[in-house]
């Protein structure tokens, strides 16, 4: 049973069978209790009628009298015909048949007495020194229901029979944009997250547009996955590179000093040592910036500057990891150190939901070359590891944030600083907008 109505058609088309079925059994049920109780009416009028202008005749022989009863119930289909007197009652047929008590009772008191007993209707009229009547079964009546109910059986039933199916088919033809829609997802590409089209009906247009939302965030995660593939592809070669070279430098100088004592070679072998050094802590520092969860407080960013010496100009408040902001305001200052000029010069400015906290050395500015690829790791301009901007983008983007470089009389990099906890997936992890 479950299976069955598991689908949607199968519901629609019981539901309909049913509202049919509730709207047939009590039309039916309705039109033959009306029937009968027009038939019985009709019947009981009609022999009120007959005794009525029998009474008017005046027909004063009692014989003569139950035979004009005999052919009166003759006419109607049956039944009986009889004469009260007192106590005592006569028939048109041999055997007695019986009579109600309240008939009785109804002629003594002068009264007419018409009422239905023991499946039979009687009807009886006072007369002078007698009175008469005639009881008629209601069989043909209850026959008159029992044909009703043959022919909603038959000719309702073959009338209902074909409003299922027209209305079926009208469900079906309701129907077909579920299947257009299901015909459409079974025939994409695996790849294709492209938006799918209206399906023409209203109750559709939600699960559509859901459908469409989801397909839209689907697709930004996968380009932002394969973006940060790519990354981390170009990561792993610059890394390979950038330490490739310290390698094959240290290893000549370790052939010269197998061979011969050599001051030069041995301060070679150090400096390389040095660098290799610097090289993995960078590494190792930027794989576990991006592992780090935040611990994030409101920050005052002009006394979080002061502190480390530096004039600020303007103010700003912002939701930051002191200890993940003072690496990178570290290693800004750093890179102004081996590749600008001192003083560095801190302004904040607060635009929409965040601060802008904007750093700029006193040197000649970044190469135009460079500037695009600031951020990403290993680009340098000859000295250090090329790891420091990388490291301030990568804050940067914990905050939910982003990094930009630009030339301002000097080098200047800018950190946007949400207000509030917005963390969110960067566009891209290594770029000049950071």
Excluded: I
């Excluded at 989801?214 to 995660?221: D, F, K, S």
């Excluded at 790519?230 to 590179?241: N, V």
């Excluded at 050094?277 to 002009?302: C, H, I, N, V």
């Amino acid at each position: 049973m479950a299976t069955a109505f598991s689908s949607l058609r199968a519901r629609l088309f019981a539901l309909l069978l049913l509202a049919l079925f509730l709207l047939l059994a009590p039309l039916a049920w309705l039109s033959v209790r009306e029937a009968q109780g027009a038939a019985a009416e009709d019947l009981r009028r009609a022999l009120y009628t007959r005794l009525y202008l029998l009474k008017e005749e005046g027909v004063r022989d009692e014989e003569g009298l139950l035979l004009e009863l005999f052919r009166l119930v003759q006419l109607f289909g049956g039944g009986v015909g009889f004469v009260v007197r007192g106590e005592e009652a006569r028939f048109t047929q041999l055997a007695p048949w019986p009579l109600p008590p309240e008939l009785f009772r109804a002629l003594k008191e002068g009264r007419p007495y018409q009422g239905v007993w023991g499946g039979s209707l009687y009807v009886a009229l006072p007369g002078e020194g007698f009175a008469f009547g005639v009881a008629v079964p209601l069989e043909g009546v209850s026959a008159l229901g029992r044909r009703l109910f043959l022919l909603y059986a038959t000719w309702g039933g073959g009338l209902l029979l074909l409003v299922f199916l027209l209305a079926a088919l009208a469900l079906s033809l309701a129907l077909r944009p579920l299947r257009d829609l299901e015909r459409t997802l079974k025939a994409r590409a695996p790849g294709d997250l492209s938006p799918l089209p209206d399906p023409g009906l209203a109750e559709l247009r939600p699960v559509v547009a859901a459908l469409n939302a989801l397909l839209a965030r689907v697709g930004r995660l996968l380009a932002e996955l394969a973006e940060k593939e790519e990354a981390a592809r170009r990561f792993a070669r610059h890394a390979s590179h950038e330490l490739r070279n310290p390698l094959a430098a240290l290893k000549g100088y370790l052939e010269v000093l197998r061979r011969r004592p050599e001051p030069r070679a041995l301060e070679g072998a150090w400096r390389e040592a040095q660098r290799m050094e610097a090289l993995l802590a960078g590494l190792l520092r930027l794989a576990r910036l991006e592992a780090t969860p935040l611990s994030p407080r409101p920050l005052d960013l002009r006394a979080f500057l002061e502190e480390k010496g530096l004039e600020v100009e303007g103010e700003g408040v912002a939701l930051a990891d002191p200890e993940l902001l003072a690496l990178a305001v570290e290693n800004v200052l750093e890179n102004a150190r081996l590749h600008g000029g001192l003083p560095v010069r801190a302004r904040l400015a607060q635009e929409g939901e965040g601060v802008w906290l904007w750093l700029t050395d006193s040197g000649p500015g970044f190469p135009e070359g460079l500037l695009p690829r600031v951020f990403e790791p290993f680009v340098h301009g000859g000295k250090g590891t090329g790891l420091g901007l990388a490291l301030v983008a990568a804050v940067a983007r914990a905050h939910g944030g982003k990094a930009v470089a630009e030339n301002r009389q000097g080098a200047a990099v800018g950190l946007f600083l949400p207000l509030a906890s917005l963390k969110v997936s960067p566009g891209a992890p290594f770029r000049e907008g950071g």
